[in-house]
């Protein structure tokens, strides 16, 4: 089979890209070649794919799969539909849970779950690729499949304020300052390593069936943000010093907070996973928190400069402690 990812050397594509190797697919990358890391028996395609006049060998290939991790526009979208239209058996395309219904009205979500997020300009352009996509199968027969991951990680740390590809919350428990956690910390959450979401998504590769069809590929486990924060804590050998405050509250002082929180984080979920354990029979997830945080944990010890502090996160973080304590309302776990 051969299959062409467009990026395939970011956090929850790398597993994707080294599990689809290990089960015999012929796989392509295409990218800029500035990525650092390797991914060992991959063909890598040297181009930008926002560049047309770089993508003329590319024209040559015909492909069973094209995945595309990194669109975000429907400009994007309109982009591929040209640049594949009978070029390839089927074209995955990368969305994010964050389309679904925001507030939700029911909390369990399947595939079903209505798409519409007015509060996070990510999650309506992703929307509106997604209708795109659905128009070009209905109308074009374009052999669309569409994947929604939500908060996955492996080189990433995986909470709502300063984290993911920032270190200073994590910094700043190692160094005894305070932390947000968002609300009361008893929402629940689910956040899914790379490794497990990628057996489910390699096994869509190819998968005849699986078009004109979206799934979420999530883990089982469901944590409530007060024990997401306390493994990373435990993970870092200390313990957290948590400040609650209501995502109202923190999106009101520092309003770039609005998309991570009150239109992705600020309500309970919980991930219905039969759709792709239906299509992908065996597909289960077994990493726990407690032991993929580690691995994430380790995997940035090696090296101090993956271990980024975003000076404006930290002076956001900052203004928050400062607004809410004035108000005096610190309440520690």
Sequence with gaps: MKVLFIGGTGNISTPS??????????????????????????????????????????????????????????????????????????????????????????????????????????????????????????EEGFPVTVVRPSLTYDTVIPIAIGGFNRYNTAQRILQGKEIIVHGDGTGLW?????????????????????????FHITSDEILSWNMIYKILAEALGKEAKVVHIASDFICKIVPSFTGTLLADKAESVIFDNTKIKTFVPGFKATIPFTEGIKRTLSWLNEDDSRKFIDPEAEQKIEKVLKAYNALGGVNNL
């Design 17 to 138: 890209s080294r599990l689809a190797l290990a089960r015999g697919v012929d796989l392509y990358l295409l990218n800029r070649g500035k990525s650092k890391v390797h991914i060992k028996g991959a063909k890598t395609i040297i181009g930008d794919i926002n560049k047309p006049e770089e993508l003329t060998g590319l024209k040559t290939h015909q492909w069973d799969v094209v995945v595309n991790w990194i669109a975000f526009t429907p400009k994007d979208i309109e982009r591929d539909i040209n640049l594949f239209k009978g070029r390839t058996k089927q074209y995955i395309f990368i969305s994010s849970a964050s389309c679904y219904q925001t507030p939700l009205s029911y909390p369990v979500i399947t595939e079903s779950t209505p798409l519409c997020n007015n509060l996070w300009d990510y999650s309506q352009d992703k929307i509106r690729c997604e209708d795109r996509l659905q128009r070009a199968y209905r």
């Design 190 to 214: 689910t956040v899914t390593h790379s490794d497990d979401f990628a057996k489910g998504f390699v096994g869509l590769l190819g998968l005849t069936t699986a078009i004109g069809h979206a």
